[in-house]
T-cell receptor, first 114, second 118 residues
Framework: DAMVIQNPRYQVTQFGKPVTLSCSQTLNHNVMYWYQQKSSQAPKLLFHYYDKDFNNEADTPDNFQSRRPNTSFCFLDIRSPGLGDAAMYLC?????????????FGPGTRLTVT | AQSVAQPEDQVNVAEGNPLTVKCTYSVSGNPYLFWYVQYPNRGLQFLLKYITGDNLVKGSYGFEAEFNKSQTSFHLKKPSALVSDSALYFCAVRDPLNYGGSQGNLIFGKGTKLSVKP
């Protein structure tokens, strides 16, 4: 089945130690998104790729970076995680064509910072 | 600024009864509205969307939502709730005026936890 895959599902990192979360998709969608969702809060968009074009949200901290080496993969890099970065990180994709498309979400990676 | 409000943190319903999860929005221009559902430790799943046309939108798993422009609402409904419908429900809006600049500018409400008891 076509899907959005996130690895790992659970990630523990130490304060200040760089960490990378990965997302892959078999949907061949041209848009990929990263959201941060803290406990009992709504998902918040960090950035997205429209094909190879990177679009950062204005209030996304510089500590968060992203890479998209090809259509299928997208990575979220947190350069120096702080305790406040503990959250669920959701990857989503959409095919940007025609009438407003819905987004397809992966299962998420729950990040713990110790 | 565009925003979405889900006034209820939690909705409790008995199985077999109708359910309503409320959502109101505030955007400039015509809104594009979505409902997503999130099961525990899972990503969000798309339920339905409103772009234009018929105010009653039918979606997955028997859910539907009614767009009401005068009340700026987009309430999610289901005629007969199931225990398996218990989950977190998010309403989201995308402002078409900002569509060109930010492809992913979905603004989510804070979510409503739906609990369906047998």
């Amino acid at each position: 089945d076509a899907m959005v895959i996130q690895n790992p599902r659970y990630q523990v990192t130490q304060f200040g130690k760089p960490v990378t979360l990965s997302c892959s998709q078999t949907l061949n969608h041209n848009v990929m998104y990263w959201y941060q969702q803290k406990s009992s809060q709504a998902p918040k968009l960090l950035f997205h790729y429209y094909d190879k074009d990177f679009n950062n949200e204005a209030d996304t901290p510089d500590n968060f970076q992203s890479r998209r080496p090809n259509t299928s993969f997208c990575f979220l890099d947190i350069r120096s995680p702080g305790l406040g970065d503990a959250a669920m990180y959701l990857c989503a994709t959409s095919r940007d064509q025609g009438t407003l498309p819905e987004q397809y979400f992966g299962p998420g990676t729950r990040l713990t910072v110790t | 600024a565009q925003s979405v409000a889900q006034p209820e943190d939690q909705v409790n319903v008995a199985e077999g009864n109708p359910l309503t999860v409320k959502c109101t929005y505030s955007v400039s221009g015509n809104p594009y509205l979505f409902w997503y559902v999130q099961y525990p430790n899972r990503g969000l799943q798309f339920l339905l969307k409103y772009i234009t046309g018929d105010n009653l939108v039918k979606g997955s798993y028997g859910f539907e939502a009614e767009f009401n422009k005068s009340q700026t609402s987009f309430h999610l409904k289901k005629p007969s709730a199931l225990v398996s419908d218990s989950a977190l429900y998010f309403c989201a809006v995308r402002d078409p005026l900002n569509y060109g600049g930010s492809q992913g500018n979905l603004i989510f409400g804070k979510g409503t936890k739906l609990s369906v008891k047998p």
